[in-house]
């Protein structure tokens, strides 16, 4: 079935360093991608969202390409602020588009 | 405007009791969507509805697990006969339409139910 795979926490990185969050996927089909955030103490909201091959998601600095012959959909920001750390989740719309799967999760705390 | 909300907040309850877990999601949004959360784990997804229906209910962990949506909008998750294992936050979502091509979740803030 459908599912999504996710690199695991913790990651603890210093302010303005890189960031990689490896998510890789498999579905039926073509699923749309998403990378949903959880501030500390605030709900899930959306960080960005890819629906087709090779589309890019930004939003907030974060960059993620879908990418189908890898299914892939690693979340990257070039220079982390302390203000990024927080739980991160990978997902998909599966292929009749009634399912969700999500990640376990990646936590992130960025250290002045 | 308002946000996905749900009640209550935090419920604790005895093994073996019934308990009822409310969604508003935001106004005017079709697709209504149902979601645990473990200790440890990510979001399993429970079950989807679109207007009052539900789709695909294989996502229901079992028998004592249903959920209904009236007038499309409120839902209620009912959890019968409730296990320690039924322990975690279940969170609400809710998205303007279906969810095929990719349509942003808003989510609520979670019902934490503790089963003693």
């Known amino acids: 079935g459908d599912s999504v795979t996710q690199m695991e926490g913790p990651v603890t990185l210093s302010e303005e360093a890189f960031l990689t969050i490896n998510c890789t996927y498999t579905?039926?089909?073509?699923?749309?991608l998403f990378w949903y955030v959880q501030y500390p103490g605030e709900g899930l909201q959306l960080l960005l969202k890819?629906?087709?091959?090779?589309d890019k998601g930004s939003n907030k600095g974060f960059e993620a390409t879908y990418r189908k012959e890898t299914t892939s959909f690693h979340l990257e920001k070039g220079s982390v602020q302390v203000s990024d750390s927080a739980v991160y989740f990978c997902?998909?719309?599966?292929?009749?588009?009634?399912?969700?799967?999500f990640g376990t999760g990646t936590s992130l705390t960025v250290i002045p | 405007g308002a946000g996905v909300s749900q009640s209550p907040s935090n419920k604790v309850t005895e093994k073996g009791k019934d308990v009822e877990l409310r969604c508003d999601p935001i106004?005017?949004?079709?697709?209504l969507y149902w979601y645990r959360q473990s200790l440890g784990q990510g979001l399993e997804f429970l079950i989807y509805?679109?207007?009052?229906?539900?789709?695909?209910k294989s996502g229901l962990p079992s028998d004592r697990f249903s959920a209904e949506r009236t007038g499309g909008s409120v839902s209620t998750l009912t959890i019968q006969r409730t296990q320690q294992e039924d322990s975690a936050v279940y969170l609400c979502?809710?998205?303007?339409?279906?969810?095929?091509?990719?349509?942003?979740?808003?989510f609520g803030p979670g019902t934490r139910l503790l089963v003693l």
């Open positions: 979502a809710s998205s303007y339409n279906r969810p095929s091509g990719g349509e942003t979740q808003y």
């Open positions: 579905a039926t089909g073509y699923p749309s």
């Open positions: 890819a629906t087709k091959a090779d």
């Open positions: 997902a998909l719309t599966g292929r009749t588009g009634n399912q969700f799967y």
């Open positions: 106004s005017g949004h079709t697709a």
């Open positions: 509805f679109q207007g009052n229906s539900a789709p695909d």
